[in-house]
Each structure stands twice: as structure tokens, then as C-alpha cells.
């Protein structure tokens, strides 16, 4: 079997796989994406759908080593590790660790932001060309805070957020009530990022997205992958079943399970996964002006076309344990306490697999093992945002074009 160099296979249908099929379709790759389940069935179908541009900060500074006593004394609170698991999980918490250090942390603050001013190009782009721009929703986030201390413990974030151009108003009193009607009284301040956007439905786009690659050519394969094979002028796709394909060039693209096929290449990359919940809400469950962010409670509240969406949450269990969708009702109890009038009742509950590095940086670039393998995974809690600007970085990788922004930081061999 030979593939030609221009034959490209895509493991991963999520919405990272979904962005690469649709650039690489554009220049004309033949294009063929591998997947077990369909087309952004898994993290990618149900995400809190933000675009967030303005999210520059490497989590392990973010507030979360800042509240990180405060969750994990609460057994249902916004981050939890089954304590079976720590063992396996204490390297990357380690790693978690140090990737807050002060110059870690600039390294990290800067690739991020030229990631993302990369990712809103990109996704501009590619809604317009694929006809999807109609689901983007530009009514900005509004972040808020139960008591001054937590404002006041919020705002070297925003300053350094100032550093990158990221507009922003602190709000209180009237102009936070016509920002949101409707918050409980415990609520004293406001931040409105007014170029954070969202989605109508963030399964809805990957699949709209991927009608488009499809209608420049690129093929789905239901088939779980067992493992990539390079050789000198392409890959074998192995699949689970025993059957084997051939592409000139291979993208491995499996969210928060890339690591097993990578590691059997002998490439070894720290990703754990940090589930998150959710609970969507039938429409009318509350009048949501735009996207909440409650980042003391650590989750997020969401208008989407279905309805209401509540949830976030970390959850650093490794991909075997079954949810506990205990947690996605304890988020909807708190939001209920936060925004009163909330109807709680006929939501659906969610679990997805966050795929996340320690640096809260994803790997985009070229496997050492072949220069035919390219891995583009790890986007955390960004996926959805940063996948137009993988998928066109993706595709200048694979074409051998110089990319727009410097891709060391997000290298596979940094670890
Ligand atoms: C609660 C929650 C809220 C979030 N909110 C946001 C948000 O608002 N904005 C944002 O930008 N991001 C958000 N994220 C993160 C975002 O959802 C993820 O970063 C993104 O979906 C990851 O996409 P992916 O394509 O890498 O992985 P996935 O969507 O998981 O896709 C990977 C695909 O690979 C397939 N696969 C894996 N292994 C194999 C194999 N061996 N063979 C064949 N197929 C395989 C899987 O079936 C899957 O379909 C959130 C995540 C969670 C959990």
C-alpha cells in the first residue's frame, strides 16, 4: 500500500481534527478523518461554547493556586482528585506547579497571547469562508465577584491582560444590573470583556464545519485507532479491528487520549485530563444577557440555542472513572443561589475529557519520530477557542509554510 504525499489522515473528529480537515480540505489535501464515535461527539459537543480571546492566563497562575485550599476542602467544589489517583497524577502536578514560576509564567503569558490573537483571525475567517458566522455571538462575558477581596484578588489578572490590548470595564451598581438583570444581591462587582464571544451551539459549529471540509472533499472513517506507524514517505493507520490504512502525512488529533498514541511511538507528553460538567437547561430556564463567569465557584453560565448551559469544574481523574454527576448538580445549586430566578428543573447532565498539558499550553508541531507526524492537542479549557488558528497552523506545518507566530512554546519535545 502507498499513499501519495498529498493523502492526509486526521485522527480525532473533535473540534481540533474538525478546524485541521476543513484548512488542509482548503489547500486541496485529499483529507480522511478517523474517529471511533462522529463528528464532535465527545469534549467537543458539549463545552461552555466561548470564544475566549481574552483568556491569556496560564491556569496555574490564574486564581487557581490562589483558591486552591478553598476547593479542595469542599468534596463537590470547583477542583477534586479522586485521592486513588494521585499517585499516577503527581508528576503533572508537579509540572502544574512550576509552570506558575514568574519566568515560566511570561513564557507562557506571551505564546498565549499571540495564540490567541491568531485564534479570532482564524475563526473569522473560516466562519465566513464556511458560511457558519451566523452561530457567532458578540455580546461579550461578564465576570463577577461575590466581595471586594476576590475583585481586588482579580485585578493583577486584568492588568496584565492590559499588556495585550484586552479591553475590559469593571462595573458595578446599575451598570452591572443592565449588563445582567436578575444576580443575587451577594454579587458586588463586575468585569465586562466585551470581545469575548460565544457560540450558538459549539456542536452544531464543529459539525457545520466539518459539512464544509466535506464539501471540499475530506472523508470520515469510523474506526478506533490502535496505533500510527511512520515510515519514510508516509504513516500507517492501524486500526483497532485489524484493518490498516495509508496516508502520506498523519495528524494526531484525539484530545485528551492522544498521549496513548503518542506514547507508543516513543513520544512521551505529560496530558491528563481535567474533566468538567455540565447541565443544560431548557430554554427560557433564565433570561442570560451573555456569558457569566463565576471564577471563585469555578464555573460558567452560558446562552446557547438549546437553552441554558451551567457548568465548568476540574475534575483530575484520568479517562477510566465514571462521572459523578453529583458535581454538575452541586454548579446548578450554586448558580441557583447566584442568579435566583434560575429554573433548574428538565436539564441534561454532561461529562467531557478536557485534554490538558501542565502548562496549560497545547503541542502544535511535528513528532521527532517522522517528519510525516504532526500533533495538534492539549488545548485544555481552550479547544474550542484556539482550533481555527491549530487547524491553519496545522496546515502550514504540513505544507512546509512558514507559520504567523513562533510555534517553540508549543512544541511537543518542551517537556
Ligand atoms: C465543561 C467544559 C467546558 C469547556 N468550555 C470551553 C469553552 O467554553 N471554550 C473553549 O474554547 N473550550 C472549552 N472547553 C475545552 C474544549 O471542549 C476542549 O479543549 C476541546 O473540545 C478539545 O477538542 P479536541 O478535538 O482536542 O478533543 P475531542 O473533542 O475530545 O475530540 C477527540 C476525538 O478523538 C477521538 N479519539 C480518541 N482516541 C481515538 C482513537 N484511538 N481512535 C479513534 N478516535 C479516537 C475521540 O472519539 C474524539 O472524538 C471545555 C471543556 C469542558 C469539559
Request: charged residues 20%; contains cysteine.
Amino acid at each position: 500500500m502507498t499513499a501519495s504525499p498529498r493523502d492526509i489522515a486526521i485522527v480525532g473528529a473533535g473540534i481540533i481534527g474538525i478546524c485541521a480537515a476543513a484548512n488542509l480540505a482548503e489547500a486541496g489535501y485529499a483529507v480522511t478523518v478517523y474517529d471511533r464515535t462522529g463528528i464532535c461527539e465527545e469534549t467537543s459537543s458539549g463545552n461552555a461554547a466561548a470564544l475566549a480571546f481574552s483568556d491569556v492566563l496560564p491556569l496555574a497562575q490564574k486564581g487557581m493556586l490562589r483558591n486552591l485550599p478553598k476547593w479542595m476542602s469542599d468534596p463537590l467544589g470547583p477542583l477534586s482528585i479522586p485521592p486513588a489517583y494521585l499517585p499516577q497524577l503527581a508528576p503533572w502536578l508537579w509540572r502544574f506547579w512550576r509552570a506558575g514560576s514568574a519566568g515560566r509564567y511570561e513564557t507562557s503569558l506571551a505564546a498565549q497571547a499571540a495564540l490567541m490573537g491568531l485564534a479570532e483571525t482564524e475563526w473569522l475567517g473560516l466562519m465566513e469562508r464556511s458560511g457558519t458566522r451566523h452561530m457567532l455571538r458578540e455580546n461579550g462575558s461578564l465576570e463577577l465577584y461575590e466581595s471586594e477581596a476576590e475583585f481586588r484578588a482579580a485585578l493583577p489578572g486584568w492588568a496584565a491582560r492590559d499588556r495585550f490590548g484586552i479591553g475590559y470595564r469593571h462595573v458595578d451598581g446599575e451598570a452591572l444590573a443592565e449588563l445582567q438583570p436578575g444576580l443575587a444581591r451577594s454579587i458586588v462587582k463586575g468585569t465586562f470583556v466585551p470581545g469575548w464571544k460565544t457560540v450558538s451551539d459549539p456542536r452544531d459549529l464543529g459539525k457545520a464545519i466539518w459539512a464544509y471540509a466535506q464539501s471540499l472533499g475530506a472523508r470520515f472513517v469510523a474506526a478506533t485507532v490502535a496505533r500510527l506507524e511512520p515510515s519514510t514517505d508516509g504513516v500507517t493507520i492501524h486500526h483497532a479491528d485489524g484493518r490498516r490504512s495509508v496516508a502520506g502525512k498523519a495528524i494526531l488529533a484525539a484530545g485528551a487520549w492522544s498521549h496513548l498514541l503518542a506514547g507508543r511511538l516513543g513520544d512521551r507528553i505529560p496530558l491528563e485530563t481535567e474533566r468538567g460538567y455540565n447541565t443544560t437547561l431548557p430554554r427560557g430556564a433564565f433570561d442570560l444577557k451573555r456569558q457569566l463567569i463565576f471564577s471563585g465557584h469555578g464555573f460558567v453560565v452560558t446562552p446557547l440555542d438549546a437553552g441554558v448551559r451551567v457548568g465548568g469544574a476540574v475534575e483530575l481523574g484520568g479517562l477510566k472513572r465514571p462521572p459523578n454527576y453529583a458535581r454538575s448538580r452541586a454548579l446548578l445549586a450554586k448558580a441557583a443561589r447566584l442568579l435566583p430566578g434560575l429554573k433548574t428543573e428538565g436539564g441534561r447532565e454532561w461529562m467531557g475529557y478536557r485534554p490538558s498539558l501542565p502548562d496549560s499550553m497545547p503541542v502544535i508541531g511535528g513528532s521527532d519520530r517522522s517528519q510525516n507526524l504532526f500533533y495538534a492537542f492539549g488545548h485544555g479549557h481552550l479547544g474550542l477557542t484556539q482550533a481555527a488558528a491549530t487547524g491553519r497552523l496545522i496546515r502550514d506545518l504540513v505544507s512546509g509554510q512558514t507559520p504567523p507566530i513562533d510555534l517553540r512554546p508549543f512544541s511537543p519535545h518542551r517537556f
